[in-house]
């Protein structure tokens, strides 16, 4: 299986912080989220893995280089400043991600998750994790049902930024600037999207303050 990390993003709400840095270099207990989410790849059998970049690319193929030290073949989706958001820069990548199923991590998340063990049905499309609603959220985003995602009125859970897709899920997608969500929750009517729920350490590292609540060592068991 190949992977994709979702790395193209300004993160202007962790600024000054990625004034700099990429937001995918910022690092949490030590660690850069990407090289995280790479490590995890490796132990979870992955060894393809594509990234997209944007802003400061530069400085995240400059650490990464070709993925040897992680184990890994790192390819880059170079975006430039023309970020595609997350549908048209998956679209645009789909060249380097071949013709089977693949998994999706946006590079902001924080979490404990392993590789999920996933088998996608013959009707469907795709996989998402869900987790629970953060506090700093009003709402959620899908429920999940026997196995099936659903749109909701009041969604119960949040989706995690962790995903499988099948290549064929953006065929009739067209390249451009172009938000993946109206293509999940046309999935989830049309019952062709599959998830799960993961209760795990998970964060989406989308501010300094949440960036400090990861860094806070935990306590021991």
């Known amino acids: 299986m190949r992977a994709m990390v979702l790395?193209?993003?300004?993160?202007?709400?962790?600024?000054?912080?990625?004034?700099?840095?990429?937001?995918?270099?910022?690092?949490?207990?030590?660690?850069?989220?990407?090289?995280?989410?790479?490590?995890?790849?490796?132990?979870?059998?992955?060894?393809?893995?594509?990234?997209?970049?944007?802003?400061?690319?530069?400085?995240?193929?400059?650490?990464?280089?070709?993925?040897?030290?992680?184990?890994?073949?790192?390819?880059?989706?170079?975006?430039?400043?023309?970020?595609?958001?997350?549908?048209?820069?998956?679209?645009?990548?789909?060249?380097?991600?071949?013709?089977?199923?693949?998994?999706?991590?946006?590079?902001?998340?924080?979490t404990d998750m392993p590789i999920p063990d996933i088998a996608l049905s013959a009707d469907s499309v795709g996989h998402l994790v869900l987790v629970d609603i953060p506090a700093y959220r009003r709402h959620g985003d899908f429920d999940l049902v026997d196995g099936k995602v659903k749109n909701a009125e009041k969604p119960l859970l949040t989706f995690s930024g962790v995903a499988f897709y099948r290549p064929e899920f953006f065929s009739d997608a067209e390249p451009g600037r172009f938000s993946i969500v109206p293509m999940l929750q046309q999935a989830a009517d049309a019952g062709r999207l599959q998830g799960s729920y993961y209760d795990g350490i998970w964060a989406d590292v989308g501010t300094p303050e949440r960036l400090s609540l990861c860094n806070i060592e935990r306590e021991p068991e």
């Open 7 to 110: 790395a193209a993003g300004r993160g202007v709400r962790l600024r000054p912080l990625t004034d700099s840095t990429p937001k995918a270099l910022i690092e949490v207990q030590g660690q850069s989220l990407l090289e995280r989410h790479l490590r995890v790849m490796h132990d979870g059998g992955i060894r393809d893995v594509v990234i997209n970049l944007g802003w400061l690319g530069k400085a995240i193929r400059d650490r990464i280089g070709n993925g040897d030290a992680y184990g890994l073949s790192v390819h880059y989706s170079d975006e430039g400043e023309n970020v595609l958001e997350t549908g048209g820069g998956i679209f645009r990548a789909l060249p380097l991600l071949g013709d089977e199923p693949f998994l999706v991590v946006n590079a902001d998340v924080f």
